[in-house]
């Protein structure tokens, strides 16, 4: 991450956060100088109005559709690279695919399932006919990579184990799950070409291959050196999100104090005992101490309605909130991999509350480190300025300070099981809240 810490190109996000032609964009971008040219630039700009999906996927984000959580705030996206840049002003004009995906999660996954199989779908079945229906009329780009990221929570002990056979592996794993992953692999191999003809969804693969299939890519996903490495680090930064909604949750209960007086004791809170400052969840945490309508998947946790299943409860409202940074790792590992010169995820969901969740940090644009493989968003929201103008801005550069950040840096990384004890910690504090 050093080249996106360096005051240069933190100066450039600050001035693409605020563009709002291709043209401040571009000026933004030239400031570095070419001296970053491992760099790739996307900010969505008012000005812009050319689409940058293809017309397979652009329909879909139009109201009302119900299903499409974007991670950028449009799809009217400007793409910043030097070597781009530097080809636009020899030709005038380039032309440059852009590949997408649509991540399923596990509820999507399950219904899917059922579909393959033939069982009922409840009372979201006509959503779900017409969501397949558009998925193989127009042939789009799918995953399940999310799904399977949200179920390494159950299997920790076989990923942590090592030394399993492939077929071992896969009958340790829960039966819902094994089926859930062989009807994925069949519903891919589904000819879309030929559902459009005559509207019959047959998979090309046998059961017996998709099975296969489905063996080989969860074995390779969570048994692989490099498969366990990436989960457990994303797994903390998921657990990390969970102690973070542990305290927000808390400290709004906790008291009828105002929204300022609430984020101060966040902010000390993130300091003392996260350890770790996240922005999203930040703006969330103010957000739902101004008011608690503000974020609805929130609205079920009072006190004195009990807290049975609710660290279940918090812990998947964590993963939803994972669910972007999800797609700042899908955005940087498919450069260059996918069918499109860039990628860009979308999130499929029929939670509205979740789509309620994501929309309180709107992201104008991204900048991402090819070599280094991280990335760093641009908010629509000015967080500073945001914190300005809500009394909190002190307490936020404290925050920020360098004596306060390397009082943080000096406890060392986080891991899996010290986070584990401070969520049973921080959630024993929040029960005795709730139930007093």
């Given at each position: 991450m050093e080249?996106?810490?360096?005051?240069?190109?933190?100066?450039?996000l600050?001035?693409?956060?605020?563009?709002?032609?291709?043209?401040?964009?571009v000026?933004a971008?030239?400031?570095?100088q070419?001296r970053?040219?491992?760099?790739?630039?996307?900010?969505?700009?008012?000005?812009?109005?050319?689409?940058?999906?293809?017309?397979?996927?652009k329909?879909?984000?139009?109201?009302?559709?119900?299903?499409?959580?974007?991670?950028?705030?449009?799809h009217?996206?400007?793409?910043?690279?030097?070597?781009?840049?530097?080809?636009?002003?020899?030709?005038?004009?380039?032309?440059?695919?852009?590949?997408?995906t649509?991540?399923?999660d596990t509820?999507?996954?399950s219904?899917?399932?059922?579909?393959?199989?033939?069982?009922?779908?409840?009372?979201?079945?006509?959503?779900?006919?017409?969501?397949v229906?558009?998925i193989?009329n127009?042939?789009?780009?799918f995953?399940?990579?999310?799904?399977m990221?949200?179920?390494?929570?159950?299997?920790?002990?076989?990923?942590?184990?090592?030394?399993?056979?492939?077929?071992?592996f896969?009958?340790?794993?829960?039966?819902d799950?094994?089926?859930?992953l062989?009807?994925l692999q069949?519903?891919?191999?589904?000819?879309?070409?030929?559902?459009?003809?005559?509207?019959?969804?047959?998979?090309?693969?046998?059961?017996?291959?998709a099975?296969?299939?489905?063996?080989?890519?969860?074995?390779?996903?969570?048994?692989?050196?490099?498969?366990?490495?990436?989960?457990?680090?994303?797994?903390?930064?998921?657990?990390?999100?969970?102690?973070?909604?542990?305290?927000?949750?808390?400290?709004?209960?906790?008291?009828?104090?105002?929204?300022?007086n609430k984020?101060?004791?966040?902010?000390?809170?993130?300091?003392?005992?996260?350890?770790?400052?996240?922005?999203?969840?930040?703006?969330?945490?103010?957000?739902y101490?101004?008011?608690?309508?503000?974020?609805?998947?929130?609205?079920k946790?009072?006190?004195?309605?009990?807290?049975?299943?609710?660290?279940k409860?918090?812990?998947?409202?964590?993963?939803?909130?994972?669910?972007?940074?999800?797609?700042?790792k899908?955005i940087?590992?498919?450069?260059?991999?996918?069918?499109?010169?860039?990628?860009?995820?979308?999130?499929?969901?029929?939670?509205?509350?979740?789509?309620?969740?994501?929309?309180?940090?709107?992201?104008?644009g991204?900048?991402?480190s090819k070599?280094?493989?991280?990335?760093?968003?641009?908010?629509?929201?000015?967080?500073?300025?945001?914190?300005?103008?809500?009394?909190?801005?002190k307490?936020?550069?404290?925050l920020?300070?360098?004596?306060?950040?390397?009082?943080?840096?000096?406890?060392g990384?986080?891991?899996?099981?010290?986070?584990?004890k401070?969520?049973?910690q921080?959630?024993?504090?929040?029960?005795?809240?709730?139930?007093?």
């Amino acid at each position: 991450m050093e080249d996106l810490r360096q005051s240069s190109v933190q100066e450039c996000l600050s001035r693409l956060s605020i563009a709002e032609s291709p043209s401040d964009a571009v000026l933004a971008w030239t400031s570095l100088q070419g001296r970053h040219s491992d760099l790739v630039g996307f900010v969505c700009l008012e000005s812009y109005k050319r689409s940058a999906l293809p017309l397979s996927i652009k329909k879909y984000t139009k109201s009302p559709i119900e299903y499409l959580v974007p991670y950028f705030e449009t799809h009217h996206i400007y793409f910043l690279e030097d070597e781009l840049l530097s080809d636009m002003f020899d030709s005038k004009e380039i032309k440059f695919g852009i590949d997408y995906t649509l991540m399923f999660d596990t509820n999507i996954a399950s219904y899917i399932n059922r579909l393959v199989r033939g069982e009922p779908l409840g009372k979201l079945q006509p959503k779900i006919i017409t969501l397949v229906d558009e998925i193989l009329n127009d042939d789009l780009n799918f995953d399940s990579l999310f799904y399977m990221v949200e179920n390494v929570k159950d299997l920790l002990h076989l990923v942590e184990s090592g030394g399993m056979s492939k077929m071992s592996f896969w009958k340790s794993l829960n039966k819902d799950f094994r089926n859930n992953l062989i009807s994925l692999q069949l519903f891919s191999s589904i000819d879309c070409k030929e559902y459009k003809k005559n509207c019959n969804p047959k998979p090309v693969f046998s059961y017996r291959e998709a099975a296969k299939r489905a063996i080989d890519f969860s074995y390779d996903f969570y048994m692989s050196k490099a498969g366990k490495e990436h989960l457990v680090e994303f797994l903390i930064i998921q657990r990390l999100i969970l102690l973070q909604l542990i305290g927000m949750v808390r400290i709004q209960l906790s008291s009828n104090r105002n929204a300022k007086n609430k984020m101060i004791e966040y902010f000390d809170y993130i300091h003392e005992v996260v350890g770790a400052y996240f922005d999203r969840e930040s703006i969330v945490a103010h957000k739902y101490f101004l008011d608690r309508k503000n974020v609805e998947i929130f609205h079920k946790i009072q006190k004195g309605r009990g807290t049975i299943r609710l660290l279940k409860q918090l812990d998947n409202i964590a993963w939803d909130m994972a669910s972007p940074r999800f797609m700042e790792k899908l955005i940087v590992a498919m450069n260059g991999i996918g069918e499109g010169r860039y990628f860009i995820p979308m999130f499929i969901s029929f939670d509205k509350k979740l789509r309620n969740l994501l929309s309180l940090y709107p992201v104008k644009g991204a900048v991402y480190s090819k070599s280094e493989s991280t990335l760093l968003p641009i908010p629509k929201i000015n967080t500073m300025e945001y914190f300005r103008h809500h009394g909190c801005d002190k307490k936020l550069e404290y925050l920020y300070s360098e004596p306060i950040k390397s009082e943080r840096m000096a406890r060392g990384k986080p891991t899996r099981k010290s986070v584990h004890k401070l969520i049973k910690q921080e959630y024993s504090i929040l029960r005795k809240l709730l139930t007093a």
